[in-house]
């Protein structure tokens, strides 16, 4: 009997031990299974971010090429102009890591008009020309073609097509919203280079008072808002439309510090989109002024490209020598706006001025 006991007792471990063996196989199977659920998962989550990521960056350098060709049709209403300045705008932007690249017939000129439901429509080709529609896209009939995915092919595709279309019209008269972001760093303390003692802080305390003056004299309901940037920036003022008040604040501050560009424009970007004065209908734009180089805080290019996406445009103005020019008509160039270099003290109090006629009378239609 006890023979016997052993031989079953041998043959239930052995059962048992089957029976486990089975067990995780099976386990194991079914974690391949989940495995390959999950990579399959993640692999589209990377190709859904990676078009929204596109996307954005189609939105934003088609609108850059919308501003740049309106604004130049406006300046010189010539269309060979606003064509030319639209395709530089787009190209200055990335997407899928190459530039924009428009056709002649990718750049629409046509009439804006509001209907009688108050909604504005735009006919192509009608004239007199007071609008541009840029079609921006990335499909197979496009320079750059198609935009490639990591995983599609394991889905049945390799590639998406998007497009986007945006409408810059030129009016009579608008609603601006103006930020105003300018350099307090410690070189802003240096004589100007002009005659007497005028140091740059000075020369720019006299140009941003011709800048109010000159809104003063247009047809535009403006709002004005004041941030300044040393080694980090600050909200000095937010938008409002006591022109005085910018002024005042201004007169109080001391130029001191590094040079953060980025944050700067960060804090413009907040003060035209998220502050209780903010205008949903109103053009928003951005005068970014620097004496120096960028040399704390991250790349402001990238803050650029954040604001375009607000729908923002952003005019830099570079003072004296030592002005990065390069960093800041690519800072401008982001946006469709417009870079202007300074290297006087008249100088800049003629191109603070010339901002606002250069402004003048832009809208989004779509």
């Known amino acids: 009997m006890s023979v016997n006991r052993q031989l079953a007792a041998i043959k239930c471990r052995r059962l048992r031990r089957l029976r486990r063996a089975r067990r995780r196989g099976v386990m194991v199977i079914l974690m391949l299974f989940l495995l390959v659920g999950l990579l399959a998962a993640a692999a589209f989550s990377v190709d859904v971010a990676y078009m929204q990521l596109v996307r954005t960056e189609l939105r934003r350098a088609t609108d850059a090429g919308a501003r740049a060709g309106g604004e130049a049709l406006s300046r010189t209403e010539k269309v060979?102009?606003?064509?030319?300045?639209?395709?530089?705008?787009?190209?200055?932007?990335?997407?899928?890591?190459?530039?924009?690249?428009?056709?002649?017939?990718?750049?629409?000129?046509?009439?804006?008009?509001?209907?009688?439901?108050?909604?504005?429509?735009?006919?192509?080709?009608?004239?007199?020309?007071?609008?541009?529609?840029?079609?921006?896209?990335?499909?197979?009939?496009?320079?750059?073609?198609?935009?490639?995915?990591?995983?599609?092919?394991?889905?049945?595709?390799?590639?998406?097509?998007?497009?986007?279309?945006a409408i810059v019209m030129q009016g009579e008269s608008s609603k601006r919203d103006f930020a105003v972001v300018v350099d307090r760093s410690g070189s802003m303390a240096w004589d100007s280079g002009g005659r007497g003692s005028e140091s740059r802080w000075e020369a720019l305390l006299t140009a941003f008072g011709g800048f109010l003056s000159a809104l003063a004299d247009t047809k535009d309901e403006e709002e004005v808002g004041l941030v300044s940037y040393a080694s980090s920036s600050s909200i000095d003022e937010y938008l409002t439309d006591r022109h005085n008040d910018p002024t005042e604040t201004l007169n109080r501050l001391r130029p001191s510090g590094s040079t953060n560009?980025?944050?700067?424009?960060?804090?413009?970007?907040?003060?035209?989109?998220?502050?209780?004065?903010?205008?949903?209908?109103?053009?928003?734009i951005m005068v970014v002024m620097t004496d120096g180089q960028h040399n704390t805080g991250p790349e402001p290019?990238?803050?650029?490209?954040?604001?375009?996406?607000?729908?923002?445009?952003?005019?830099?103005?570079?003072?004296?020598?030592?002005?990065?020019?390069?960093?800041?008509?690519?800072?401008?160039?982001a946006t469709g706006g417009k870079h202007y270099h300074a290297p006087t003290a008249a100088d800049l109090r003629a191109i603070f001025r010339k901002v606002v006629t250069d402004s003048e009378g832009l809208a989004f239609v779509k």
């Open 80 to 165: 060979d102009i606003a064509r030319a300045a639209a395709k530089a705008a787009a190209a200055s932007n990335t997407v899928a890591g190459q530039p924009l690249v428009l056709d002649d017939a990718d750049i629409v000129f046509g009439n804006s008009a509001q209907g009688r439901d108050g909604k504005w429509f735009f006919t192509a080709n009608a004239q007199p020309f007071n609008s541009v529609q840029v079609d921006g896209d990335r499909t197979a009939k496009s320079a750059t073609g198609n935009v490639a995915l990591f995983f599609g092919k394991a889905f049945g595709t390799d590639s998406f097509a998007p497009s986007m279309s």
């Open 261 to 284: 560009i980025y944050s700067g424009i960060v804090n413009g970007t907040t003060v035209l989109t998220r502050s209780g004065r903010a205008r949903s209908d109103a053009v928003k």
């Open 301 to 333: 290019v990238v803050a650029a490209r954040a604001a375009a996406t607000e729908k923002i445009v952003i005019y830099t103005i570079t003072f004296g020598d030592g002005a990065d020019i390069t960093r800041m008509r690519a800072v401008a160039d």
